[in-house]
């Protein structure tokens, strides 16, 4: 006979190591998260939860063939139950649809081979319903549904696990609540891709809330509902570390615990009776209301970027004509011909999205659309011959308050910019009187505090100079600092290495996650800016567009990207004579690190970082081929912080807008070299400093460190000749060795 201390132990065993197999996986995920920016594979997370599965039934196993125990066979049943549905995250995280739909063909194979002949009985039903709808009420109040087909399908895929829980648990009717918890946490230990099914272990306690009632029926519906919570409120991809502060990660934390909570408190009062049916429809209607209250109602499900075949050839297009106007008119002529090619070839799949009622929104500088539609419209769009390919679009749902934001000590003063002597901007300045004037900046970011005393005085103003596509504000705001920082290192008064620029700005990745609609969103304001609440294909003023972008971002897989998505939009700026500048990442010091689109394309400037000592910094990506094209300082920057004070920050985020910087007093100095993209970007190189130490391999410095003065008076001595530079051949106004530029 099984001793109770020897079943205590086992279900004790079980659940300590359920929790730490899931926790493990979710950490692995986040390791290639944060190192790749992709989506761990789903054989990782499988063979986590079936690891998890097998050592936490070893135990029961052992009692099982020694003692031949009924509740070590229970257990052992809900162990094999778990594992087979780990086996459904094979299919990648952001295919939750797919992911729902084999979880619930899963679940209903496992009942049926595990299904009790007994009858279910169902008088302590409307009790299943009060506690399970007491489970959910946690994700009723800081949850957010995902689309229509995602929410029906976890609503399917919940009820197909409540009926397997059922036919695996009837054995143990009546039972005690040890022995139903842990059976419950057994089976649906791997419920949910990992980080968000970690809430399903709030079912523990459930069990003796289950041990109250009689009957199958009642324990599918409890546990059915348990596990709706994780499965439909939450989106798998967003329990994730980059997003930071009280973010998605952090909600779905609070009502994993408070659903736990309510598990034990449900347990305490059903022990002194069990509620009725008009406590039930009670309990439901407080369900409603706090949804639609304090909640986040409504459907916010991913999209499908879907990027057409016919994209427009742009080469024949005259880049010749440089200098302000000679600009203005490339990036009219850009413009015209990417919105013709749009709206001519997008018309017969646009016509089709309008029969079928689905929503979508158009995009010219990629010739793409946004389709209002989750991945199960995906086969038919990929099927057709006017489609090039789909992307997955996410969007991130709502949060129940503003995320809150940590931007580190923020000082009042702007300190010491040892960036700035280190590429000699200052110089510049006081040598050559340039600050970037007649030049504006463009910034593609988490936003800008436009009321900051840095960045207010030189922001282009009027009513196409800032956008926010996440949250519709009409003035410069930031709720992240990021941007803030990296537009002041590029044009902030002070700070900034041309501060006689002016610059326009754009919330493209409003909590630090965003999609390759979001980054289009603001690059097509670049391109062609519009006024606030204008269309921006009907109302795009490309002659208003920024002469520079700088762009301390990049659009890893677990957003949405694979490496071409924006090569159409990069090649577009060239043809129009704008002059891109890109980060590397910070993904080093490894080789072939520049994997995150725009950084590896060959049509922008790409930017790794250096520290105070004059190397490459090790965090900064290099490689493949030539990228980066250079290095700027990247860390331990100071420069602008929302609410009017200073910060340090690091990363080739910092290091990007410098370079900017960088272009926009060489064309303040020389207007003739507007959007003359090859020669500025000769000049850049060939006057950079060489950066060389144990930390400059795999082409990590590219051609060097920038050097502003030798850029700007090559750049001078460009203009007042007006001959093409001979790449390499001498540096221009350096004398005879690099240290003369410093």
Known sequence: MVKSWQLAGAGVWAVAVSVTAQWLAWQAGQDTVKAAGEQPAGGTAVAYGVLGAVLAAMPSGLLLLRRRDAVARVWVWAAAAGLVLATARFVPVPEHELYLSLLAVL???????????????????????????????????????????????????????????????????????????????????????????????????????????????????????????PLAFVGPEEVTVTLTGRDVPIWTAVAGVGTAVIAVAAGVVFRFGIPGRGFAAALLLTGAVVHAGAGQPGFHGDRLFVILADQA?????????????????????VHDRLVSQAERTQAVLRRDLDRLGIGYTRYYLINALEVNAGPWL??????????????????????????????????????????????????????????????????????????????????R????????PWNGTRAPVDNDGHGTHTLGSAVGGGIGVAPGARWVGCVNMDRNLSS?????????????????????????????????????????????????????????????????????????????????????????????????????????????????????PGARIR????????????????????????????WSAAPGLIGDLPRTRALLTSTATPVTGPTAGCGAAGAGLVNAPAAVRAALEVARSDRPLRRGSWRAGCGPSPSGCR
């Open 313 to 333: 050839d742009l080469s024949d297009i005259d880049t010749s004509r440089t200098g302000p106007s000679g600009r203005d008119a490339r990036a009219g002529e």
């Open 378 to 459: 995906r086969p038919w769009l990929e099927g057709r011959a006017d489609v090039g390919r789909v992307l997955i679009s996410p969007r991130l749902r709502p949060l129940p308050r503003p995320r809150d934001t940590d931007d580190g000590p923020v000082d009042p003063a702007p300190g010491d910019g040892w960036n700035i002597a280190a590429i000699g901007a200052d110089r510049v300045w006081s040598e050559l009187g340039v600050r970037g004037a007649g030049v504006v900046v463009g910034a593609s970011d988490s936003g800008v505090d436009g009321t900051h005393p840095a960045l207010s005085a030189n922001f």
């Open 516 to 632: 390759p609609a979001r980054y289009l969103d603001c690059l097509q304001f670049m391109m062609a800016p519009f006024p606030a609440g204008g269309d921006p294909i009907a109302d795009g003023r490309p002659g208003r567009g920024p002469q520079v972008l700088t762009n301390s971002w990049n659009c890893p897989a677990v957003e949405g990207c694979d490496l071409a998505t924006f090569v159409p939009a990069t090649a577009a700026f060239a043809a129009a004579g704008t002059f891109v500048v890109a980060s590397a990442g910070n993904s080093g010091p490894g080789c072939a690190t520049v994997d995150l689109p725009p950084g590896p394309y060959p049509d922008v400037v790409t930017v790794g970082a250096t520290d105070h000592a004059g190397v490459v910094a090790a965090f900064s990506s290099r490689g493949p081929g030539a990228k980066p094209d250079l290095v700027a």
């Open 107 to 229: 679940a209903v194979l496992g009942a049926l081979v595990a299904r009790n002949r007994r009858p279910a009985e169902d008088r302590t039903v409307p009790a299943a319903i009060v506690a399970g709808v007491g489970l959910l009420l946690p994700w009723l109040w800081v949850g957010a549904l995902g689309g229509p087909v995602e929410t029906a399908l976890a609503v399917i895929a919940a009820g197909a696990v409540g009926w397997l829980a059922a036919a695996v648990l009837a054995p143990a009717y009546p039972g005690n609540g040890l022995v139903l918890g842990v059976g419950l946490v057994l089976i649906t230990a791997s419920v949910g891709q990992p980080g968000a099914n970690l809430a399903v272990f709030a079912l523990a306690p459930a069990g003796f809330v289950v041990a109250r009632m009689r009957g199958r029926a009642a324990v599918g519906v409890l546990a059915g509902l348990g596990v709706l919570g």
């Open 639 to 666: 420069s602008a912080l929302p609410g009017g004070g200073y910060g340090e920050m690091s990363g080739t985020s910092m290091a990007t807008p410098q370079v900017a910087g960088v272009v926009a007093l060489m």
């Open 461 to 468: 103003g009027g009513d196409d100079s800032w956008l926010d």
